[in-house]
């Protein structure tokens, strides 16, 4: 006969955007079940959902404007046309069809997508036209000069996939850049990232390679995803002998920060060591205000709370505290998480029901800030059936995928008990595959 529960908690399982300007608007979490909605604290304007802009913002939208459709059909948006030279130059129809990032910039076309990019160098510079006008040119002739528009068709950063990677996409669709710096400890990797100025330039390249690939995934028309999230993990990162990773950070952050405006959405530093917060300051000397307001720190105690505000569980990595798993065959982005919230010096329990037969039940758990113990059984409707233990944690420190085959209808219930001072937020989801069992009971046949 099936226990008791005393139940403390229970939780069954089973504007449009315009060209103006861009704002994030803050969801809460729903403290006690069901799906998980948005979360975010932020409070910048750089985002995809739109806002009103103000009479100085759209004058200074107008009066770039008029300063980009003069210089095209003055044929001086890149110099003078004395001063340009002839590899560069254009005559005045080339400049009229003119693109960065695939969108035509001649204002006069119409395009859905001049404005955003505009906005992208208005930002840049808090809407200071003549600032954002020369920050524009300067990026043209900086991508004339380091090859960007050829930079896809090259073969770069073989040896470097393990650093840099895009998985998945934040709670607003951006695509999420992981940057591990870990791998740096490894001397002979280093010095191959490293080990000279070519070397060093290659990497610089590569990065720039990457931020296209990631401009490929956006989209500037009206409510398109503009800009992407970096995570930066310096977990295990090297302190010493770094000279040339910081000389190659610094050279790969400021070409960003200088030709790619406002495309980093945020920049999330986690497994922050106590000695870095030092060294940034120095490092960010070289950023600008707006790059500056990008970045949030997060210690290890709080990785997976500070990512979760960001990204969704079933899109965060499970070694972040995340639901996501390489080549998962079990579950996909598309199934929702559902949230438990178990109070400090409680226990919160979660059921998943079994109507049938003849099937495998599947389920991830996750626990904002562990320090929780974990019980599974399965409970069968039978009351002349035995409870089967199927797992019994004692410290949950990871997140969990667990599976049983059912043989009978009943219930599986898992028990979260907190016996810390501090609230825990349980994420989960289960699912129920069809299964053919390997083996026949001679009983049964």
Not at 84 to 92: M, Q, S
Not at 307 to 314: H, R, S, V, Y
Not at 352 to 370: L, N, R, S
Not at 394 to 421: A, L, P, Q, W
Request: glycine share 6%.
């Amino acid at each position: 006969m099936a226990e008791k529960y005393e139940k403390t908690q229970y939780c069954n399982g089973d504007d449009d955007h315009e060209s103006e300007c861009e704002s994030e608007s803050e969801c809460e979490i729903e403290s006690e079940n069901i799906h998980i909605d948005q979360e975010t604290d932020e409070e910048d304007e750089s985002t995809t959902c739109s806002v009103e802009m103000n009479h100085k913002q759209k004058a200074a939208l107008l009066g770039l404007r008029c300063k980009v459709e003069d210089a095209i059909r003055g044929n001086y948006l890149l110099g003078r046309p004395g001063n340009i030279p002839k590899e560069r130059g254009k005559t005045r129809e080339q400049l009229r069809e003119i693109t960065l990032w695939g969108v035509p910039l001649l204002p006069t076309k119409g395009h859905a997508g001049t404005d955003d990019v505009l906005l992208k160098f208005l930002r840049a510079k808090d809407f200071r036209v003549a600032d954002a006008f020369e920050m524009l040119r300067k990026t043209l002739k900086w991508r004339t000069e380091y090859q960007a528009d050829r930079i896809l068709e090259e073969k770069l950063g073989s040896h470097l996939g393990n650093v840099v990677c895009l998985k998945s996409r934040d709670r607003e669709g951006r695509p999420v850049c992981y940057v591990t710096y870990g791998a740096f400890n490894n001397r002979e990797f280093y010095r191959k990232a490293y080990g000279s100025e070519e070397r060093c330039n290659e990497f610089v390249r590569w990065r720039v390679q990457l931020m296209e690939r990631c401009i490929q995934k956006m989209s500037f028309e009206s409510g398109g995803v503009n800009s992407i999230l970096q995570i930066s993990d310096l977990n295990n990162s090297p302190r010493q002998n770094l000279k040339e990773l910081r000389a190659v950070r610094k050279k790969t952050m400021i070409l960003l920060q200088d030709n790619y405006p406002e495309f980093l959405h945020k920049i999330i530093i986690i497994n922050v060591p106590f000695w870095y917060r030092a060294s940034h300051l120095v490092f960010s000397r070289f950023f600008s205000h707006s790059m500056k307001r990008k970045f949030v720190f997060a210690k290890p105690s709080d990785v997976t709370k500070t990512l979760l505000k960001f990204i969704a569980p079933e899109n965060l990595p499970v070694q972040y505290g995340g639901l996501m798993r390489e080549n998962d065959a079990d579950f996909t982005p598309a199934k929702k998480a559902s949230e438990l919230i178990v109070r400090a010096n409680s226990s919160g329990f979660i059921e998943f029901p079994i109507t049938e037969a003849g099937v495998t039940m599947v389920w991830d758990i996750t626990v904002v800030g562990w320090d929780v113990s974990l019980k599974e059984q399965f409970i069968p409707n039978d009351e002349g059936s035995y409870k089967i233990l199927i797992k019994n944690q004692k410290k949950m420190g990871e997140s969990v995928r667990n599976s049983f085959y059912i043989c009978e209808t009943g219930r599986i219930i898992i028990t979260i008990h907190n016996d810390t001072f501090k609230k825990k937020r349980v994420l989960y989801r289960s699912k129920a595959k069809p299964t053919v069992p390997m083996y026949r009971s001679p009983l049964n046949s």
